[in-house]
């Protein structure tokens, strides 16, 4: 007898490995290892949250209306072309079962997010990996990479793992260089986490423009990663196609109602970015001043730490958990020889510098 066997390009994905939550024997530790906000939840969410547990017996509302709108108004977009999502992986897993498929290719740069490989290879097509530039994206090599077949590209701003940033220029060369019939996704899980002037235009850009999607959370500086929601804006055709095959119900009750509430909470959320700014800049200095290490410049909520001399990563990622903290190590990304460091509280960062600074001082 045979059993159910799993499509070829099913059987040749990788499954995503989140960032850990304990240490080496269930030890609890200091989490630094999936860019959460160091100062949790703001109150008004967590608010709208429990007062919604009278409604636990009945489903959300399946289009999300008051988040939509709020979205809509906070950031001037069109709330009829929102699109909500369990967190921005689903939106990013929609565009590709909406636009491409066996045959297809889906472009994206080295060291990109790994959901995107996942996502290509979910729907059957073919993923292809550009080179980067010195950890960042690489245009030219991005636009190098794109075929006839090519139905997806994806660019996270600032990207995931790396931390660097693509600017508004290069954005827009970027989608002046796709074809139309390209569906260009600009992932900006980390985008409250910039400057006002480093804005990219990726919002402008998928109002005018029929090929771009835009990607957001309110997994990061808004603190409800445990509620999994996240957003789309695109074109109306595009959204609406994507909806076809978006799960119903996919956001809770509560988990809207916060997220409404958190993007009302600007005091949070300007707290929670000037302290990542601070910080973000005390450790990557820090961490450029120990021999052999070298930061990759970060423009979100975390820094990757390149190992370059005696000490390695793999030695530093499991010396830091036995200091009680627990960062991230990609081997499985390409990068064994870094960490990926999530931006703590100022306690957490002087505690890392610490750590690290008498690991680099043996070595």
Partial sequence: MTAPAPKPWIDAIAPYVPGRATADGGRKAIKLSSNENPFGTGEAAKAAYAAEARSLDRYPDAGAAALREAIGAHYGIEAERVIHGTGSDEVLHLAAGAFAGVGDEIAYARYGFSVYDIAARRVGATPIVAPDKDYATDVDALLACVTERTRVVYVANPNNPTGTYTSRGEIARLHAGLP???????????????????????????????????????????????????????PAPVIAAMHKIRAPFNVTTAGQHAAIAALRDAAFVERSRAHNATWRAWFSDQMDALPGLRVVPSKANFVLVLFEGRLRAEAA????????????????????????????????????????????SAA
């Fill in 180 to 234: 139309s019939d390209c569906l260009l996704v600009i992932d900006q899980a980390y985008t409250e986490y910039l400057d006002p002037e480093d804005d990219d235009g990726a919002l402008e850009l998928a109002r005018t423009a029929p090929n771009v999607l835009v990607t957001r959370t309110f997994s990061k500086i808004f603190g409800l990663a445990a509620e999994r929601i996240g957003w789309g804006y695109g």
């Fill in 317 to 360: 990622y499991k010396g830091l958990m036995d200091a009680g903290y627990i960062v991230r190590w990609l081997p499985g990304q390409g990068l064994p020889d870094a960490l990926r460091i999530t931006i703590g509280t100022e306690d957490e960062m002087r505690g890392v510098v610490d750590a690290l600074t008498a690991m680099a």
